[in-house]
């Protein structure tokens, strides 16, 4: 087991889930941090900028409550994630909102700053960096950051392109703290076999989408019900980063998934364009055939608890 800091160090289950960009919002957070799996959202999902403040308070607050209320089973702490990239013209603005509520984890993509670490631990907040190879998790751990999330094949959104046994290897040669791995992650077992192959959590995003409590629209939700892993394309069309997408919204938007132009990586945008983007192109990983139904976040990680269970009990038997 790695050394792992306070925020991280007694979940219920080793499950993060990862900022869903556009449809995570206070209400799934708070969802996934009462069952028990540490929740969390871009900081960019908060339209327009001042709503982070109001967001951030109701996940604070709405957590706080249930501690008091439930101390034998608190809540799992939440995360904000951060965009660190010059498009990103509200990183100093949202961070200063983040520190205001001593936001417990942070989860930093596209470009690692010491400083931005460094404002996290002012107060003992604790920085996991998405990495895609060993190459970029060895800059961020230089840099400051406490933790990587290793980005494999087959990850939603964002993703890698790097063979999850690979990854998780080259980086369990250097560095022996916190470890979350994502890919196609979906199930209880898939958590534990992340955990064998030397992750101390599972990452998942793409099940999320197909819960309630998540800001995605029903068409998105049944079309993840629906499709399986041959439904995924990856391309940097988008914006401008290769990524996974679901082939139907593609199909939708007038497009043919299967003869799609390159983008120019220099122009990355995560603003205006990119939001329109994913809204009507819709992010998802390689996971999801197991993904039958839409369900309350409550029911899905009592899911995933019982197929945990059930998985270290036929590797013990």
């Not at 449809?23 to 900028?49: E, Y």
């Not at 439904?231 to 139907?248: C, E, K, M, Q, R």
């Not at 990586?265 to 390689?286: E, L, R, V």
Request: proline residues 5%; aromatic residues 6%.
């Amino acid at each position: 087991m790695s050394r792992l800091p306070g925020a991280l160090a007694s979940l219920p289950l080793p499950i993060i889930g990862s900022p869903l960009f556009i449809i995570s919002n206070p209400k799934l957070v708070i969802a996934q941090c009462i069952a028990g799996v540490v929740g969390s959202m871009p900081a960019l999902n908060a339209r327009p900028a001042s709503q982070l403040d109001e967001w951030l308070a109701e996940i604070t607050e709405t957590l706080a409550a249930h501690d008091r209320a439930h101390p034998d089973a608190p809540a799992a702490p939440f995360a904000i994630n951060q965009i660190v990239h010059k498009s990103n013209d509200r990183l100093e603005h949202d961070m200063q909102m983040c520190v205001k509520y001593k936001v417990p984890i942070y989860i930093t993509s596209l470009g690692a700053r010491e400083d931005i670490n460094a404002a996290a631990h002012s107060y003992g907040g604790v920085v996991l960096h998405d990495v895609i190879n060993n190459k970029h998790a060895h800059k961020a751990i230089e840099k400051g950051a406490d933790g990587l999330i290793a980005v494999a094949a087959g990850a939603g959104g964002h993703a890698g392109v790097k063979s999850p046994f690979a990854l998780i290897q080259e980086i369990r040669q250097w560095f022996d703290g916190p470890v979350a791995l994502s890919g196609a992650i979906s199930t209880g077992g898939a958590v534990l076999a992340a955990q064998a192959m030397g992750a101390d959590f599972a990452y998942i995003g793409s099940a999320f989408i197909a819960t309630e409590e998540a800001r995605a629209s029903e068409a998105y939700k049944q079309a993840i019900v629906e499709s399986n892993s041959d439904d995924i394309i990856y391309s940097n069309l988008f914006t401008g980063v290769h990524g996974n997408y679901l082939a139907p919204s593609i199909r939708a938007a007038g497009m043919d998934p299967e003869n799609l132009p390159e983008s120019d990586p220099t122009a990355m945008n995560f603003g205006g364009s990119a939001t329109k983007a994913w809204k009507d192109i819709w992010g998802c990983g390689q996971g999801i055939g197991a993904i039958d139904k839409v369900q309350s976040t409550a029911d899905y990680v009592l899911q995933l608890k019982r197929e945990y269970q059930a998985a270290r009990s036929r590797i013990c038997a």
